[in-house]
C-alpha cells in the first residue's frame, strides 16, 4: 500500500462512465413514461476530480460510553440504554442494540486481531418536509424542529457508531456538522440539486478514520449522458419496473418533496431524469491495529414508485460512477480496498432496482438475466445474515423497507452483527413514525463489520 498523502493535492482527473439509452419511443402525455437505460461501462466521455486531503487533525475523544474496546473502531460490548439521562420518558428515542449475527461470536474469538467498526445509516427526515398535514397520526410536539433535532443527535450520540450514513440532512452547517464535532466526529455532505435543502452526509469518528478521498454523484447528470431526446418508450407490453416497485407508496417521500406539478413534461427525458437527488462516496483509511482502507457511499434515490425506471437508471449510475471511483483509490493507494454502499433506496426488497444491485451475487444472477452485469457483486447485510427486515419506514399509509446496507463479501470483510429492529406489532412503532420515540419515519439500520488481515 502506497504512503499516505501528507498534504492535499489540487486535482486528479479521471475518466468516468457513460451512459447509452436504446428504444425510445414517444407516447401520448397520459401514459405512463419508461426511460431503458443501459450503461456502458467501457465508452469513457467526461472526467471527474477526485478530492484528496491529508492528514487529520489529532484524535478527538469517541462519543461511545464504553470502557473496553476490542480495536480502534467498535466497542466490544457497547451498553446502551433504552432511554437517555435529562430527557422525560416522553420524548427519549429508543435506542436499540447491536446483536450478533450467528458465528459472529466464534469468528471474533478466532480472528481478535482484526478491524471492527460500525455503521448506521438513517435516514433522519428534513425537517422541511415535517408538516402535520403530511404526518397527522404524529404527535404535533414530536414534529417540531426543536423537539426532533435533539432526540435525532441524542440517538446518533448513544448509538455511537463509527460511521454514519444519514439522508435527508438539512441545517447541516447551522446543527448536524458543529454537534457532531463536538462528539469527535468529521463530515462530508453533498446538497441535493435544485432549490432542495436536504442531501446526504457521512459522519466518521476521527479517531478511527483518516478521509483519504471523496466524491458526490448529481443524479440530474444522467440529463447531459442523453443519447436520444426525441421521445420516451411507454410500451406497456414490455416489462416495466413499476411492476416490479409496487412496494414503494407514495408516502415514503412525502408529495411535498416532489410534486407532480413541478417535475413537467413526464415525455421529455430532461425533465423525466433531473430529479435533484445525490450521493457521496468516500475513500477512508482505518486506523489500529492495522491500516486498511473502506470505500463507503451514502445514497438517497428517486421516490416515486411509478417513476421506477428513474431509480433503476439511479442506480446503474450509482454502481458505475463506484467502480470507477474504487479503481481509482486501488491505483492511488496500491491497495483493494473494501466497499459498503448504504442509503434509502426507496425500493422493496425483490424489485427490479434491489434486485440489480444484488444481480452479481451468484445465488441471484437468474434473476436479472434481462440486466447488465454489475461491475463488482453486492450483498445486503440483513438478507446476508437474518433476512431483510419487515420494514424500515413505517406510516399508517405505507410500511416496508427501503434501506439497505450493501456491501461487496470477501474473505476478510464480513458482518459481525446488526443493529435490532422492532416488531411490526413493538408499541414503539404502532400508529406509525415520527413519534416520541423515533424522531423520523424511518428507522436507523446499522451493521458492526469485522475486517481481516488477507
Known sequence: MGCLVNSCLSSLCWWAWAATIRGLKRQPASGSAHVDIHINYNMLVRFRTLTLTGRQRPP?????????????????????????????????????EFVDVEGGDIRSRGQSDGIRFRLVSYNILAQAYVKSSLFPHSPSPSLRWKARSQAILTLLKNLGADFFCLQEVDEYDSFYKRNMADHGYSSIYVQRSGQKRDGCGIFYKNNCAELLGKETIEYNDLVDLLLDETSLSADKQNETLADGNNGAHAMNDSPVKSSPECRGDPNDPHVRLKRDCVGIMAAFRLKDPFHRVVILANTHLYW???????????????????????????????????LILSGDFNSTPGDKVYQYLISGNSSSASLMTCLEELPFPLCSVHAFTRGEPPFTNCTPDFTNTLDYIFFSPSDCLKPVSILELPELDSPDVVGGLPNYSHPSDHLPIGAEFEITKE
Not at 69 to 83: G, P
Not at 322 to 329: D, G, I, P, Y
Open 60 to 96: 478527538v475523544p469517541s462519543i461511545t460510553r464504553c470502557v473496553r474496546r476490542r480495536n480502534c473502531c467498535s466497542s466490544s460490548n457497547m451498553s446502551v440504554n433504552m432511554t437517555t439521562g435529562g430527557s422525560s420518558s416522553k420524548s427519549a428515542p429508543i435506542i436499540r
Open 304 to 338: 416515486d414508485p411509478e417513476w421506477a425506471d428513474v431509480k433503476l437508471a439511479q442506480a446503474k449510475y450509482l454502481l458505475s460512477r463506484l467502480a470507477q471511483f474504487k479503481t481509482l483509490v486501488t491505483d492511488k493507494f496500491e491497495c483493494t480496498p473494501s
